[in-house]
């Protein structure tokens, strides 16, 4: 089955090379100061160049995501092997080495997307999103209720998971008519709810893994629930005027039970395996994608209740690549040193992760210690929001809405996630103030003076992430 498609938002104009441009050098500046000693065009190493090219790449031809990105792969390996090496080392052997790092991230990510591109389609012929009517507010109300279970959900889902579903449920309410304002409030939404659960999204469970307490990265709550305010209100209010949501709801709609269970078959070995990696094979976790095995174990499980729809995986299967793409270009920038923990530095990452893969920048933060984790949770977790490809999440619920796939459409319908990711932070600051964790967590670095010079920057001061934080050990998000 072809991804759902839905008519596009009228007045849509190609991305604005300046504004890609800006973007993407403003994202990349707090890192600049990383790799000092790299070869560097002005005060900009030459990889964060080509990776900043391929970032453009992507926001001016976004019918061509997957080929630019590729492409941009296919140069910054090129590069690396050629001039500068890998922090595994150089040439072919620190390309392999380096691969066998994030190769357990990278098989979680394709598991995942691809099964949970099945769940959202059980769910969507369970007809459970056409009795939603029933019970939700009838005006713009309903549309933000529907965020609001969005974060709910999300809070102890994976947020691909979060995010899919409610883009099927957006699919039935609004009669495949579905704002790109909207859709980057479901995005929004998914990633706000894994940001204050250990269990929420990849970067909280890193967290808690390093010794974080959970009551710490709770705290995230408290911007995530005001940015989802903030966004959902005006992204409901889009919604309504486009396409308001279905009244009627036909007497004789029954819900498919069996499907509805197979959609929480799938979630609960997902949290199941996550749970229990953690706890007790954790130092398994860099050799073997656990998760994604979990859920693709749900789905043969229930092949003899219902078959899945597999005509959508060869379109999820591109979106997929695409992803795995950038997390693979992402995570050969020479980024081990970021500037000093503080609030500004947490509000900075959070807009880098616009376009940057969260999950090195919260392996160095955890290494380089001192941050208050509530804040760097909410900015690692709901900054890649504000950009489609800028999560997982994202990247999945444009597979189903291939309309999104414009920054510029994004950014211009999307406006309200941006403004409320700083509105989160500012009540946090205002609200509970700024309290770094002065302990020292598992895997910190050692101090200055005795940290051994590591990668491509022979100045870096922090050691780079090994074991648990170069390969995600936990539900990717």
Same mark, same amino acid.
Request: charged letters at 10%.
């Given at each position: ?75 910054? @390996? ?87 579903? %409610? ?21 929004? !939404? ?12 990849? @970067? ?107 005509? /959508? ?69 709901? %900054? ?11 990247? !999945? ?25 700083? /509105? ?54």
């Amino acid at each position: 089955m072809p991804p759902i498609s839905s008519p596009r938002v009228p007045a849509l104009r190609p991305t604005s090379p300046r504004l890609a441009l800006l973007l993407t050098a403003a994202c990349f500046a707090p890192l600049a100061q990383a790799a000092q000693d790299l070869p560097s065009i002005g005060p900009v190493p030459i990889d964060f160049i080509l990776f900043g090219l391929t970032l453009l790449g992507v926001a001016l031809f976004h019918h061509h995501t997957l080929k630019v990105a590729l492409t941009g792969l296919g140069v910054i @390996t090129a590069y690396k092997l050629l001039f500068t090496g890998f922090r595994t080392g150089p040439g072919i052997g620190g390309l392999v080495a380096h691969l066998g790092h994030e190769w357990a991230i990278l098989a979680n990510l394709f598991l995942l997307l691809m099964g949970f591109a099945l769940l959202s389609r059980h769910f969507e012929k369970s007809r459970v999103p056409l009795v939603l009517p029933r019970f939700l507010p009838t005006d713009w109300k309903g549309a933000f209720v529907l965020l609001m279970m969005i974060f709910v959900l999300s809070s102890f889902l994976d947020n691909i998971a979060a995010a899919l579903i %409610g883009g099927a449920m957006a699919h039935q309410l609004f009669r495949a008519k579905v704002h790109i304002g909207y859709l980057a409030a479901i995005v929004a !939404a998914s990633n706000a709810g894994g940001s204050g659960s250990v269990v929420g999204d990849t @970067t909280t469970t890193m967290m808690w893994i390093a010794g974080v307490a959970p009551i710490d990265v709770f705290d995230a709550y408290l911007a995530a629930t005001v940015a989802v305010v903030v966004c959902g209100i005006p992204a409901a209010k889009q919604q309504h005027a486009y396409s308001p949501m279905l009244h009627h709801v036909h007497e004789n709609t029954r819900v498919d039970w069996t499907r509805v269970g197979i959609v929480v078959l799938i979630l609960l070995c997902a949290i199941i395996a996550n749970v229990t990696v953690n706890l007790r094979f954790l130092e398994y976790a860099d050799y073997f994608p656990f998760i994604g095995f979990g859920v693709w174990v749900a789905i043969a499980i229930s092949l003899p209740a219902r078959r899945p729809d597999w005509e /959508v995986l060869p379109e999820t299967f591109k979106g997929t690549i695409f992803l795995l793409s950038l997390v693979v270009c992402a995570s050969m920038m020479p980024v081990e040193k970021l500037p000093a923990a503080s609030w500004q530095t947490a509000l900075g990452l959070g807009f880098v992760s616009a376009v940057f893969d969260n999950i090195p920048l919260t392996a160095l933060s955890l290494k380089q210690g001192g941050y208050d984790w509530g804040f760097l949770a909410y900015a690692v977790g709901f %900054g890649g929001s504000m950009i489609w490809f800028g999560s997982s999440a994202g990247v !999945a619920l444009s597979n189903m809405y291939p309309e999104a796939k414009s920054v510029g459409a994004w950014l211009r319908h999307g406006w309200h996630v941006a403004l409320a990711y700083v /509105v989160g932070i500012a009540a946090m600051l205002i609200i509970l103030g700024w309290h770094p964790d002065p302990k020292p967590l598992r895997g910190a670095a050692p101090p200055p003076s005795a940290a051994a010079p590591v990668g491509d920057s022979p100045a870096s001061s922090v050691v780079l992430p090994q074991a648990e934080a170069d390969a995600a050990p936990a539900a990717v998000g």
